[in-house]
């Protein structure tokens, strides 16, 4: 009996850290008082805390399995795995009262007060946020849809073109070209990075001249940080890479 559990304790003691290491942080998602992470086997969890007493900023205990999580301000929403949509914290601005006709969905875009879904019918749609500039008025002539993203007072939709539309607060230039993804809208401009890994931003900001091609982009309300192809990090504006 004894050689037995003796085998079992060695065993474990084996084992653990490799079942530490198979369970690996997929995405983070943080909000202006809480911050989400979604691991490898599609478990959220949450911390932080709640500066709007108006709602927990822990997941759902009957979550389930999750394929994305995303947070804004006071709030956090999941895609599940059964394509579904969960959000929970603050309701402030009714991020939380998911539209009923919503259908299963593919991707989730979630923004300040504001949170869009691209369903798997092809349609987006979005709620929440007082749509003060337009912000959750989808328009009708997008087409096929290959991306959403939504940031401050916007929203953005990539064809399966490669061409950008943006409303609300921010909105893509005609000219833009092909875009690979729409990186972030935050409370003064918008980005984007191209087809051919050119990082673009507009409104009021200004990208450095030697930045060349970039892999990711994300901005604050007053600084811009971008992971360049040769991985290198470069940040402008209120904060500079030490």
């Not at 450095?208 to 940080?225: E, F, N, R, T, W």
Request: aromatic share 6%; charged share 15%; hydrophobic share 35%.
């Amino acid at each position: 009996m004894k050689s037995r559990l003796y085998k079992l304790i060695f065993l474990f003691s084996f084992m653990a850290p490799i079942l530490a290491q198979a369970v690996q942080v997929t995405e983070i998602s943080p909000g202006d008082s809480q911050v989400c992470r979604l691991d490898s086997t599609g478990v959220v969890k949450c911390w932080g805390s709640n500066n709007y007493n108006d709602g927990s900023i822990l997941p759902p205990a009957d979550l389930g399995p999750a394929l994305s999580v995303q947070s804004g301000k006071g709030f956090s929403c999941a895609l599940t795995a059964n394509s579904n949509v969960r959000c929970w914290g603050s309701n402030r601005n009714g991020q939380l009262n998911i539209p009923s006709q919503l259908g299963p969905v593919a991707q989730i875009a979630v923004a300040t007060s504001h949170v869009c879904a691209l369903q798997k019918s092809g349609e987006m749609i979005c709620w929440g946020g007082t749509n003060d500039v337009g912000q959750l008025n989808v328009p009708s002539n997008l087409g096929p849809i290959q991306s959403i993203s939504a940031g401050w007072k916007t929203s953005c939709a990539i064809s399966k073109d490669g061409f950008a539309t943006c409303w609300g607060k921010h909105q893509a230039p005609q000219n833009l070209g092909k875009v690979k993804k729409i990186i972030t809208s935050a409370e003064k401009f918008l980005c984007t990075i191209l087809e051919d890994g050119a990082g673009k931003c507009f409104g009021n900001v200004s990208i450095p001249k030697d930045l060349g091609p970039v892999k990711d982009v994300s901005a604050s309300s007053s600084y811009i940080c971008a992971i360049t192809s040769t991985n290198l990090t470069k940040c402008w504006g209120a904060i500079v890479v030490p």
